[in-house]
RNA sequence: GCUCCUAUCGUCUAGCGGCCUAGGACACCGCCCUCUCACGGCGGCGACACGGGUUCAAAUCCCGUUAGGAGUGCCA
C-alpha cells in the first residue's frame, strides 16, 4: 500500500466523545478516499487514568458508526521498551538532560516570570539521571519550526517561546510529546489529522521527530503533513465539556440517533461537501473528500441541525428497517442492546407486534429519535392516563364533546362498520350533527382513547385497537365526566 | 501575560478578484395541505466585524484594530 498512512490516536478517558468521533472520521473519510490506511492507536500512557472498559467502548462505538479500521488497535504502552529506547537515543545525542525540579518547584520559582514554564534552570547542570530526575528536551534557543498545516497552511513557531518540556518522567513513564512522535514514526505516519487544540504541541513532537532521524535505531522518517481540525464548540463558543455538553455518542445512540445520521452530521462539522445536499451517503463524501476543504474556524455544535439530520434519516427508511432500529424501544428483551436505564412504558407481555403492521409508517414520519416511539404507540398496549387539565378542556366542559363521545360509542354498538375509512366518516358525521367540524369532534375521541391530545392519526389507530377496547375507553372517558 | 488559530444571515456554510442587489441548509415566522401532530409544498426574516491599503474592480489579496477561541502540566 503506498496511499496516505492515517491514524486516530484517542485516550481512553472516558467514554466515547463526539469530537474524537469527527476527528476519527475525517481520518476515516480521507483514507478511505486517498487509498490511505486508517490505523487505531489506543494512547494509555497515563495508566493512572486509562481503563479497560474505556478502550472497549471507544472500540465499539466505532463499530457502530461504521467507521472500519485497517490496522490496531495498538496501544501505545505496549510500546513502552520502544519508547525507552528513544528516550536513550536522544540523551545519547545530547538532546535531554536530567531535572530534578518537581512541578510545583518550577511554578512557584516561576511565577512572576514573564516567559512561563520552565526555566531551564537544570540545563547545564549536568545531572546524573535518578529516581527523582525527570528527563527534559534541550530547546534551541533560536529558529523556528514550521508545521504544515494542510489546512490551514504553512505555520511558523519561533522556538524561543518553547520551554524545555519534560520527555520521560521521574518515575520513567514517558510522556505525550514522545510517545506520540515515536509511535507515529514507527507507523510511517503520512498525515497526522486531530483537533486544532494540538497545534501548540506540534513543534515538540517535530522536533524530536527531527532529533530522532540522526539515530540508527531509528531512521530518517519524513515529517509528517498536520490537518488541525477547528474544534467543536457549545453556543458559548466554547470547546465541548465533558461535565457541561452531551458529549458522548453512546448518549445519542441511548436516545435513539442512527449511526449513518450521525456520521452524516459529524461530517459537516467543519467540512461540506462540494456537490449534491448536505444530506448524503457517506460513500459520496468519502469521494468528495479534501483536506483543504475543511472550514478553519470552530464548528456550533448544532444539535438542532443534528435532530434535523436524524428525522431525515429515520424517514428514509424502509418500514422493516425502521422497525429494526425501532426494537430496543419496543421489545429491548428481545434487543442485542437496550438503551440504558430504559423501560417500555408498558408491560412486555402486552405488547402486540402485529400493532405496527398498520401503525410503523404512520409513526415512522412523525419521529425524529427512536426515543420517542414507545410514547406514540404506548396507548395500544395499556391504558391511558390524560392529564386533568386536558380532560376538563375537552371533554368534561364540553357538552357538544361528550354527546359525540356518545353517539360514537352508540354507533360502535350498534355494528358500525369498523375501518378507517368508516369510522373517519363517523365522527365527522357525528360532529356534525352537533354543529363541529372533524377538527373540533375527532378531539374528545382521540383524547379518550389515545390519552393525548397529538399522536398518529386516529381512526387508522381506532381500527387497529379494535371495536371492544374502543368502546371501553370511551365509556370509561364519559363515565368520568358525568 | 505570552504563543498560535479564527472572523459571511441567530447557527452550519457556499464564495477562492468581476457570474454577489452574496447562494444553500438548520432554526424562526406566515400561508397551503390536513382528523391532531408531523411530513410535504410555497413564501418571508436574516450576514460579508471595523479601519486602512493594493486594484479599473475586494466578501474574496495585504496591513492594522477589535472580538472570539485554543495552548501555555512529570495530562493527552
Known amino acids: 500500500m503506498t496511499g496516505p498512512r492515517v491514524r486516530f490516536a484517542p485516550s481512553p478517558t472516558g467514554y466515547f466523545h463526539v469530537g474524537s468521533a469527527r476527528t476519527s472520521l475525517f481520518n476515516y473519510l480521507f483514507a478511505r478516499g486517498h487509498g490511505g490506511t486508517f490505523i487505531l492507536r489506543i494512547e494509555d500512557t497515563d495508566a493512572s487514568r486509562g481503563r479497560q472498559e474505556w478502550t472497549d467502548g471507544i472500540i465499539s462505538a466505532m463499530n457502530w458508526l461504521g467507521l472500519t479500521y485497517d490496522e490496531g488497535p495498538t496501544f501505545q504502552s505496549h510500546n513502552a521498551p520502544r519508547h525507552a529506547q528513544a528516550a536513550e537515543a536522544l540523551w545519547a545525542a545530547g538532546h535531554l538532560y536530567a531535572c530534578d525540579c518537581t512541578s510545583e518547584v518550577v511554578q512557584e520559582r516561576t511565577k512572576g516570570n514573564p516567559i512561563p ?3 531551564g534552570r537544570c540545563r547545564d547542570r549536568q545531572l546524573e539521571r535518578g529516581p527523582t530526575t525527570a528527563l527534559r528536551f534541550r530547546v534551541p534557543d533560536e529558529g523556528s519550526v514550521i508545521v504544515r498545516d494542510q489546512i490551514r497552511g504553512d505555520i511558523e513557531f519561533q522556538l524561543a517561546n518553547y520551554e524545555d518540556f519534560v520527555v520521560l518522567r521521574s518515575n520513567g513513564g514517558v510522556l505525550y510529546p514522545l510517545a506520540n512522535a515515536v509511535d507515529d514514526r514507527d507507523a510511517k505516519m503520512t498525515h497526522i489529522i486531530r483537533g486544532e487544540d494540538l497545534l501548540p504541541t506540534t513543534p515538540k513532537q517535530i522536533l524530536m521527530w527531527e532529533a530522532l532521524s ?16 477547528p474544534l467543536l464548540v457549545n453556543e458559548q463558543r466554547k470547546k465541548l465539556s465533558k461535565r457541561k455538553d452531551p458529549v458522548s455518542v453512546e448518549s445519542y445512540r441511548d436516545e435513539g440517533y442512527l449511526p449513518q445520521a450521525l456520521v452524516n452530521f459529524f461530517s459537516l462539522c467543519g467540512w461540506s461537501p462540494r456537490e449534491g445536499d448536505e444530506i448524503q451517503p457517506i460513500e459520496n463524501f468519502i469521494a468528495q473528500f479534501e483536506l483543504s476543504d475543511v472550514t478553519h474556524s470552530p464548528a456550533f455544535f448544532d444539535m438542532a441541525k443534528m435532530r434535523h439530520i436524524n428525522g431525515e434519516y429515520v424517514r428514509r427508511l424502509s418500514v422493516e428497517e425502521f422497525l429494526a432500529a425501532a426494537q430496543p424501544w419496543l421489545q429491548p428483551e428481545l434487543s442485542e442492546w437496550r438503551p440504558t436505564d430504559y423501560e417500555t412504558p408498558w408491560a412486555p407481555e402486552d405488547f402486540r407486534p ?13 419521529v425524529t429519535v427512536l426515543s420517542e416511539v414507545p410514547a406514540m404507540v404506548g396507548f395500544f398496549f395499556r391504558r391511558p392516563e390524560m392529564s386533568d387539565g386536558d380532560f376538563t378542556k375537552t371533554i368534561a366542559s364540553n357538552e357538544g ?22 369510522l373517519h366518516a363517523l365522527v365527522a ?7 363541529m367540524n372533524l377538527r373540533k369532534s375527532q378531539a374528545p375521541v382521540r383524547l379518550a382513547v389515545t390519552g393525548a391530545l397529538v399522536g398518529p392519526p386516529l381512526f387508522e389507530s381506532l381500527e387497529v385497537l379494535g371495536r371492544d377496547e374502543v368502546v371501553l375507553r370511551l365509556t370509561a372517558a364519559l363515565e368520568r365526566a358525568r
Open 401 to 422: 364533546a361528550k354527546a359525540v363521545l356518545a353517539d360514537v360509542i352508540a354507533a360502535a354498538q350498534s355494528g358500525t362498520n369498523w375501518t378507517s375509512d368508516a
Open 429 to 435: 358525521q357525528i360532529g356534525e350533527n352537533h354543529g
Open 117 to 119: 514554564g520552565y526555566d
Open 214 to 229: 540522526s539515530s540508527p535505531d531509528f531512521g530518517d522518517v519524513p515529517v509528517p503533513l498536520y490537518a488541525h481540525l
Open 354 to 366: 402485529e400493532v405496527l403492521d398498520v401503525m410503523a409508517p404512520l409513526v415512522q414520519e412523525r
